[in-house]
């Protein structure tokens, strides 16, 4: 596999309806029905705007509309827009930025339009992710024309029905591959949430008890939908293979070793999380390769963040970790998040204070998992978003001081 | 994103002004790739317009500085911005891809 077998294709983001809701569970067996073709018009002018929204409704489109750049890519996410017109000069967002940035998680077709010749020229013999390129005035019947044309190139139904199969049975399978078993360890809780930016992503969790506690695993791969996916699946499943390994760093140095090479060829990477937790005295060790939003919360509010003790797994050669631990007091967190979370923020700091008042009083660990989820809104996220949360109960039984 | 680059005295800058995430890491694999096989192997990316770094773009980097290497060269990074130095520290990536203030400093010392 090369690296650019890694980027995003039409088929990598075909549409599959998903809950925007915290979901651990996949329904099975969702209808295949035909859903309305939708559009976004996105163009500052009304009367522009007005006539683009008569053109397309007319065409059987169901449109929504907007001003600027950045409510327009709500919009185009809100929807899932099969159709997105967008005028290059908006009050907010240059045009071609818009452009950029749908096409992260759409692959809606759109088409440009602009007032002036020569920027016509210049943009079309550019690669900037547009479909088609009409010059202001235009006149509907050519609109719609284009339209036609652009829809008519498209795939077959029967292809993308397989392809939309495909990715649901993918989306099942990367589910069931989160831990599903209650953990009952006497005073402590462990909860997770993930959502995922397309259908499949690549960040994962997992965590299994062991005769003296828990151990979890918190990956996050580079990049996101199937190829993501494949790796996250992929370095689950060597972690797991080394749980019998009683030495932390070596498990974990054995464990990296194994795919590092792979992750190589591919031009890939993951960021990985690994801690072993002993129950009764609460000590946490653990290695950090190249994640850095692990953090221990305090029973008092107080947060501290682990830092990385090296790459990502697969990112370069020769990398060595180092294991580190802590203790876990009754009434403390372990909290690992993904940089889905991360991106919401300007910096380090930030995010490390967002996460320590989100998760601050919350009742029970998978309140605070939902917390921390709301941090990065479903509606502008443009990452998958994971958070782990291992908490030793307050007043619990254990020998740990307070 | 926008790529250019200028061969100087000792060294190719690549320009890269936007965001450098999952659909330009692409291109700045294959523009660096290109540079490289033009026969510049010591390159320094200009990060001064890239205000925004995925784990995509790091990817990008990191092949970019191996296919320097094994040509030979090396690749270095300039005029790092906040959010793309904090990607870098997170991962301690910024161990090995170095980081200086101006292209120019990059290959000053050597």
């Given at each position: 596999m090369t690296a650019g077998s890694l980027r995003p294709n039409r088929l990598d983001t075909l549409r599959v309806r998903r809950d925007k809701s915290v979901k651990t569970v996949l329904n099975r067996g969702m209808p295949a029905t035909p859903e309305p073709r939708r559009?976004?018009?996105?163009?500052d002018d009304p009367d522009i705007r007005g006539l683009l929204v008569r053109v397309l409704t007319k065409q059987g489109f169901e449109v929504t509309e907007a001003g600027a750049g950045f409510p327009g890519i709500e919009a185009v996410r809100n929807t899932r827009a099969d159709l997105v017109t967008l005028d290059l000069n908006l009050p907010d967002l240059d045009g071609l930025e818009v452009c950029n940035r749908l096409r992260e998680f759409s692959d809606a077709f759109i088409i440009m339009l602009t007032a002036r010749v020569d920027?016509?020229?210049k943009l079309t013999g550019l690669d900037n992710g547009a479909d088609d390129y009409i010059n202001k005035p235009f006149s509907p019947r050519e609109f719609q024309s284009r339209i036609n044309a652009l829809f008519r190139r498209s795939r077959t139904p029967a292809a993308d029905e397989a392809a939309q199969n495909d990715l649901r049975r993918a989306a099942e399978v990367q589910q069931s591959l989160l831990p599903r078993e209650e953990v009952r360890l006497d005073g402590y809780e462990?909860?997770?949430v993930f959502r995922p930016s397309r259908s499949v992503g690549g960040d994962f969790y997992d965590w299994y008890q062991t005769p003296g506690g828990l151990h979890l695993t918190f990956a996050d791969a580079m990049g996101k939908g199937m190829g993501a996916a494949l790796i996250a699946a992929t370095a689950r499943a060597v972690m797991r293979s080394v749980r019998h390994d009683p030495d932390l760093g070596n498990a974990f140095n054995?464990?990296?070793?194994s795919i590092a090479s792979d992750l190589d060829i591919s031009g890939s990477f993951v960021t990985l999380f690994h801690a072993r937790l002993d129950a009764g005295s609460g000590k946490v060790s653990y290695v950090d390769a190249g994640h850095g939003l692990a953090l221990h919360l305090q029973a008092d509010g107080g947060a501290q963040r682990l830092p990385s003790s090296g790459p990502?797994?697969?990112?370069?050669?020769?990398?060595?970790?180092?294991?580190?631990?802590?203790?876990?007091a009754p009434g403390d967190s372990l909290v690992v998040v993904s940089d889905g979370v991360l991106d919401v923020f300007g910096s380090v700091e930030e995010f490390t204070d967002a996460v320590?008042?989100?998760?601050?009083?919350?009742?029970?660990?998978r309140e605070a998992c939902a917390a921390l989820l709301q941090l990065a809104p479903a509606d502008t996220a443009e990452d998958d978003v994971t958070a782990v949360m291992v908490r030793r109960l307050a007043g619990a039984a254990g020998t740990a001081a307070p | 994103m926008d790529l250019s680059y200028e061969v100087k005295d000792s060294y190719a800058e690549i320009k890269a002004a936007g965001r450098l995430n999952m659909v330009s890491a692409p291109k700045l694999r294959e523009f660096v790739a290109d540079v490289v096989a033009s026969g510049s192997s010591r390159i320094v990316v200009n990060l001064e317009d890239t205000a925004f770094m995925d784990s995509s773009g790091l990817g990008a980097l990191i092949g970019c500085l191996k296919a320097a290497r094994q040509a030979g060269g090396d690749l270095r990074i300039a005029a790092v911005q906040p959010q793309v130095k904090m990607v870098l520290e997170l991962t301690s990536m910024d161990r090995v891809l170095t980081s200086y203030a101006t292209a120019d400093e990059a290959f000053g010392n050597d």
């Open positions: 559009a976004v018009v996105i163009e920027e016509l020229d462990v909860a997770g054995l464990a990296s070793r990502p797994v697969g990112a370069w050669g020769d990398a060595d970790w180092t294991e580190a631990d802590l203790a876990l320590r008042r989100s998760t601050h009083g919350q009742p029970t660990a | -």
